[in-house]
């Protein structure tokens, strides 16, 4: 068979598991070999069952050291007890419903068990546990077992064989990714054996070495693609701003004085702009710190140097939000600011676009929109990105390419660790923001349980009889969007006849028009609603200084750097602000996860913890960074393979920088793969 053959045509699988196998985005031979175990059971390691330790997994090699009693227990299950022995010391074998083992019993004097052990007072105990007759050893135990991810429907023996199968059906190897001289220099296996060991190790030893390989060649696909999406931007010139100066004028206009480290960073980005090399900068600064109005003070240079700017948001409500914004802040001199986003009418885009066109709009606002619709401009000299980490690597600078010669600014409040950062933007300056504006009230937090509810709930009416205006944040379902949108409806219907009963209120999900969406947004920022009950849909940007308290179901189920987000809804104004959080678990691991939230509101802090608590696959996921997601790499343990994996990708590109020679069709192949659900990287 052939790797792109279907799994459907694997001995043993049939139409119903192969659509199960779909559910594990497994659908050909090729995806299932790179459906690789989570884990692994050790089933190599016999001991004496004299040194048997309660809640270890292990094997041992036993005969009956008497008879067999089957009975039927009170709860109506099989039970079958023996005792075993191995010369050393006494066990207890227990199985449940399992009629099959009798025979096993019979059939050999002699077997190796592999199973969890336990004690029944000073006698270890092992219940269900895998057997086979020692003469025949080796299948199922003696042996490293992979464990793979499964799915409700298809359990880890039928993996395993679907795997087994495909590792000796496949007749033509797996293309191999990773170019010879890279393997040669940094000692890596071929693929087709690192596959073997990886889904059937020898030893742990060659596991490690078929792990580091693969794990290599995530890193060096990953860092091959961004080198490659980071190219366009480096070359080339940029038009030096004509004037900067002119952003005092424009601070002056402000109603705030801007914080120190607001100067610093206009003063970082301006020195930049009058350069004619492009800028490439990320501005990192925690939720509420005020970015905006710096992205603001560097376009009003742009306008007066004669330039067009371009601000792409995440979402059409972040890009309304901007929009708004820039054009109250604008409003003292004569500058054009317009709107593009996907749900906008056609005749309102198309008068934005031909302004953009001609040069009669200063200034553009906008989502996806902005690279993905043929946008044109008279003289665009400066790209912004907003909330940067939820665009791909690719879609972030497909907007410099609007232009060549551009500068380039990325903003974005979720931080990352900053040898990370090096290796993700490796070639981006960074600026912080780290100050919040004056006069901010540090946000209460706290977390609670159910028991607390009707408390809660007289407080949120007391803010509202205030003229405060609340938050609440769905309970996180993950399933689908219809479901989401269902569980929504229930909640919103919950909260309406309860403590929203005589408030005001409207709900705000993924599924909603973007026309829809605006119209909840804007009643609620002009104060006509006073509880807005969303999804995740408000984590980015969105600002309303006059809500006050923010409620968060099921806040165990998010990450912490998202719960910060969130929480920097509240707090944008002169109120003191709270956020409470419903936690369901009383887990530890919960309890110190709602412990960080409670105690500090630095965001970076979070970050750190959350890294430190989730690991750093989920932390670091696809939607975070717009990387291919790591399945085997660890962006954290491995940053030492990351950063061989990253000189190696820029040797390759060093020789060739697009790719071309035949050897390296499969490598290119595999980029564009992994990079595609984000938008593609090549051209
Ligand atoms: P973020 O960095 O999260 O994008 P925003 O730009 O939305 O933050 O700013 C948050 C709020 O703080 C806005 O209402 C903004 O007008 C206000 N703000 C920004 N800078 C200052 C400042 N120097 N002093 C007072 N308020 C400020
Ligand atoms: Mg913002």
């Given amino acids: 068979m052939k790797r792109k053959d279907s799994v459907r045509y694997l001995k043993g699988i049939g139409e119903k598991r ?11 031979l090729e995806d299932l070999l790179y459906h690789l175990p989570r884990g692994y059971e050790d089933r190599t390691d016999v001991r004496d069952v004299s040194g048997l330790v309660e809640g270890e997994s292990v094997c041992v090699r036993v005969s009956l050291a008497g008879g067999i009693r089957s009975f039927r227990a009170r709860t109506g299950a099989r039970v079958i007890q023996s005792t075993m022995t191995d010369g050393t010391g006494v066990m207890y074998v227990t199985w449940f419903n399992a009629p099959y083992v009798e025979k096993k019993l019979r059939n050999s004097d002699e077997f190796i068990l592999f199973g969890k052990v336990s004690m029944r007072g000073r006698t270890p105990e092992m219940i269900n546990p895998v057997m086979e007759g020692a003469e025949r050893a080796g299948n ?21 064989e679907a795997v087994q199968h495909a590792l000796v059906s496949l007749t033509e190897p797996l293309p191999e990714i990773l170019p010879e001289f890279v393997r040669n220099s940094y000692g890596l296996m071929a693929l087709s054996e690192a596959m073997e060991q990886v889904h059937m190790p020898d030893s742990f030893a060659s596991f490690e070495e078929a792990r580091r390989r693969l794990a290599f060649e995530e890193f060096f696909v990953m860092q091959t693609g961004i080198a490659l999406a980071g190219k366009e931007r480096k070359k ?312 006050s308290v923010m409620v968060i179901e099921n806040a165990e189920r998010f990450g912490l750097s998202q719960l910060h987000q969130l929480r920097g809804r509240v707090g944008r104004g002169e109120w003191q602000s709270y956020c409470i959080l419903f936690c369901a678990s009383g887990g530890t691991f919960a309890r110190q996860r709602m412990a960080v939230m409670c105690e500090t509101d630095d965001g970076f802090k979070i970050a750190e913890k959350d890294l430190e608590l989730r690991g750093p696959g989920e932390f670091l996921g696809t939607r975070q960074h717009g990387l291919p997601e790591m399945r085997i790499g660890d962006l954290m343990t491995d940053m030492h393979l990351l950063k061989e994996a990253q000189t190696a990708a820029a040797a390759l590109l060093q020789e060739d920088a697009k790719l071309s020679a035949i050897a390296y069709q499969p490598l290119k192949a595999k980029v564009e793969e992994s990079f595609a659900k984000l938008g593609g990287i090549l051209n």
Avoid at 18 to 28: I, N
Avoid at 144 to 156: E, F, K, R, V
Avoid at 276 to 302: E, I, S, W
Avoid at 339 to 348: D, F, I, R
Wanted: hydrophobic share 40%.
């Fill in 140 to 160: 199922i135990t003696g042996k490293i077992i992979p464990i793979y991810p499964c799915t409700a429907g298809l359990n880890q023996r039928q993996i395993r």
């Fill in 18 to 28: 192969a659509e199960l196998f779909q559910k594990l985005g497994v659908s050909t």
């Fill in 236 to 547: 080339g010139s940029a038009i030096p701003f004509a004037d900067v100066k002119c952003i005092k004028e424009f601070a002056e206009q402000l109603p705030f004085d801007l914080t120190h480290a607001q100067k610093r960073v206009i003063n970082e980005i301006s020195s930049d702009l009058l350069k004619d090399t492009p800028m490439n900068r990320l501005v990192q600064g925690d939720v509420g710190c005020g970015k905006t109005v710096v992205a603001a003070a560097v376009m009003f240079a742009a306008v007066q140097s004669g330039l067009q700017a371009a601000m792409m948001a995440p979402t059409e409500i972040l890009a309304k939000q901007h929009y708004e914004t820039l054009t109250r802040l604008f409003a003292p001199w004569n500058i054009r600011v317009v709107l593009l986003t996907g749900g906008q009418k056609a005749a309102e885009k198309k008068e934005t676009l031909s302004a953009l066109k001609d040069g009669s709009a200063h200034i553009v606002v906008g989502t996806h929109a902005l690279i993905t619709d043929k946008v044109e401009f008279f003289r665009l000299g400066l790209a912004i990105t907003d909330e940067q980490h939820r665009f791909g690597v690719r879609q972030r600078t497909m907007l410099s390419e609007k232009s060549e010669k551009i500068h380039t600014l990325v903003m974005t409040a979720t931080p990352i660790p900053r040898t990370l950062s090096l290796i993700l933007y490796g070639d981006l300056d960074i600026s912080l923001i780290d100050e919040l504006p004056k006069g901010r009230k540090k946000i209460k937090t706290v977390a609670v349980d159910e028991e607390k509810r009707e408390a809660v709930n007289q407080f949120l009416l007391s803010q509202i009889a205030e003229g405060r205006q609340v938050y609440f944040v769905c309970p996180l379902i993950e399933e689908s969007e219809v479901i989401e949108a269902n569980a929504e409806e229930e909640y919103l219907k919950t909260l309406k006849q309860g403590v929203l009963k005589h408030v005001t209120a409207a709900a705000l999900h993924g599924r909603m028009k973007p026309s829809e969406k605006n119209v909840v947004m804007q009643q609620f920022l002009k104060g006509e609603i006073q509880a807005l009950v969303s999804t995740t849909v408000i984590e980015v940007g969105v600002d309303v200084p006059n809500a």
